[in-house]
């Protein structure tokens, strides 16, 4: 094993190294340790802040908690880690995921090759050598052969650029840039921007502890209750039991999820029966309610059957009829934006504490200094809590000054969206891979079967070239225009590209590019595609030596 010393002094003398990982979170770890230990390669990682975890360093918001279930949200490389892990809860809260983070990173001794406090600045492809020259804000310079991205799909925050924003004497506060330390919401008077996943998860907590919670709504959100609750050790030994099988059912299917669609289709299925399918599987809840049928999002008939079931639910729960009708006032069709799953959330709105305010009707007009200012009242707070979302899939990505061949920079190169080849590579920029990249299952699917598989396709494919005696791979730009195709096709078969106000196209951050980024065409049969292109000799990549 190569250990390289992640403590080095700020110097301009390159440092030469084999390989560059860019975060220290699910991906960035497991490309190390691939990497490293695997291949004996020397790597280093570098992480701006100063612990492991990606997303769920950086996300302590109020109610914070995966929305996959717990025995699929790890690692399955390893089957010991697999044994020896044990979750609390269905659904686990983001302190328990980064104790399991920080469990991986001390178990495999990752620690030693990541470079915490540092922060990319610039990387630039040396077309002479096949070398990446990265630069960092403490003033170090490397070298390296590969450069490997895993910033994560969900971590460049979205924080609304309000007119008078700055004005403002209370404090505000954006979800994925949360105080360590916490907030304390007693009290308080606070606004709430935003009812996506996350304004979902964070305006329960917030409403039980504040004096009084305004909620601005802009887009109406499906929700399915998550049913959250202690694993009992039954399960815990089921899932360890049956490891193999969990595993391999979330490689194999759509979502990477522990669980397959019933094959039967809503319109087709007897009305009484499709009732009681329903009800039961809103009583199991959490994204599994989506599995009752199979046809969901391809059936336009279909869908609505299940969005007016989800809405009569929303209706039957909130007890105010002005802000049940705001709240199932939906405009999408259903689990085509991020389907969230929730602990309390309609019920939440039968507190007294609590107000609900439609944006779409009465637009934000600016932020004063007591509070927000929509086009028909002004409401005084104390605390404002931008719950928006991120600039997802291109943003982290971009944020890194990344420039390729003929000093070509890839903001510029996707200018009119994201271009590349199976999410894993972009012409004209040799030798960097991008672990989930747009154009992959990323965001459509559990998270870490997905990196799991584009980390192992990395690391297989960086050992084949390291056996065979090639220096370089870039994708071409032919494989990446048929890509980009398959990508558009595979989400114009389903409802998801319908929606036109979807971050899945970037439709959230002013000025970005309306493309639907990640792939639709499911987990499963992207991974057949990528071990078809390896066997095809890695078809629509460029070797050479």
């Known amino acids: 094993m190569n ?42 990682v570098l992480e701006a802040a100063d612990g492991v975890g990606g997303t769920w360093y950086w996300n302590r918001y109020p109610g914070a908690r995966c929305d996959s279930e717990s025995h699929s949200y790890m690692f399955y490389f ?18 328990e995921i980064l104790r399991y983070l920080n469990h991986v990173a001390d178990r495999f001794q990752l620690r030693p090759d990541i470079q915490f406090n540092t922060r990319m600045t610039s990387a630039s492809f040396d077309s002479g050598h096949n070398r990446w020259h990265v630069r960092t804000d403490t003033g170090q310079h490397y070298v390296a052969k590969f450069l490997i991205t895993g910033v994560g799909c969900l971590s460049s925050a979205n924080v609304p650029d309000i007119p008078g924003r700055d004005d403002f004497q209370g404090q505000w506060y954006h979800t994925g840039q949360w105080p360590h330390e916490g907030v304390d919401f007693t009290g308080k008077r606070v606004g709430v921007v935003g009812t996506g996943s996350t304004g979902i998860q964070a305006i329960p907590v917030i409403t039980a502890q504040a004096k009084h919670v305004t909620v601005f709504q802009r887009t109406a959100n499906y929700s399915i209750p998550a049913r959250n609750q202690p694993l009992t050790p039954e399960f815990k030994r089921f899932a360890k039991e049956q490891a193999d099988g969990i595993r391999h059912i979330m490689n194999t299917n759509t979502n990477a999820h522990p669980f397959r669609m019933a094959p039967r289709k809503v319109m087709e299925t007897h009305p009484a029966e499709r009732q009681a399918l329903l009800e039961a599987a809103w009583l199991k809840g959490g994204l599994e309610f989506r599995a009752a049928f199979n046809d969901t999002l391809i059936d336009a008939e279909a869908n609505q059957v299940i969005a007016e079931f989800v809405r009569g639910k929303i209706r039957a729960i909130v007890k105010n009829p002005k802000t049940a009708e705001m709240l199932s006032d939906i405009d999408h069709p259903f689990a085509a934006k991020r389907p969230p799953v929730d602990s309390q959330y309609f019920e939440t709105y039968n507190r007294d504490n609590i107000d609900l305010v439609n944006i779409r009707a009465t637009p934000i007009e600016r932020i004063t200094a007591q509070g927000i200012k929509t086009s028909d009242a002004e409401y005084p707070l104390d605390i404002i809590v931008f719950a928006t979302g991120f600039d997802a899939m291109t943003g982290s990505l971009l944020k890194l000054d990344i420039e390729g061949e003929n000093g070509v920079k890839l903001k510029d190169y996707w200018h009119a969206g994201p271009r590349n080849y199976l999410g894993l590579q972009v012409p004209g920029f040799p030798n960097l891979f991008t672990i989930t990249g747009p154009g992959s299952p990323s965001v459509l699917c559990n998270l870490p079967p997905a990196i799991e598989q584009h980390v192992d396709w990395i690391t297989n494919c960086i050992r084949m070239m390291n056996e065979q005696g090639f220096n370089r791979i870039e994708a071409t730009p032919e494989a990446s225009d048929v890509w980009c195709n398959e990508v558009n096709r595979a989400a114009n078969a389903t409802l998801l590209a319908k929606v036109k106000h979807s971050w899945y196209l970037g439709a959230n951050v002013p000025g970005k590019p309306q493309v639907f980024m990640p792939y639709a065409g499911g987990f499963g049969h992207y991974s057949e595609i990528c071990n078809q292109v390896v066997k095809e000799n890695y078809k629509g990549f460029r070797l050479s030596a």
């Open 78 to 95: 390893s089957k010991e880690l697999v044994n020896e892990w044990e979750w609390s809860e269905r659904y686990p809260q983001q302190p």
């Open 3 to 44: 250990t390289v010393a992640a403590s080095s002094p700020a110097s301009t003398a390159p440092i030469t190294l084999d390989a560059i990982i860019i975060g220290a979170g699910f991906s960035g770890m497991y490309q190390l340790l691939s990497l490293r230990d695997k291949l004996g390669m020397k790597v280093r």
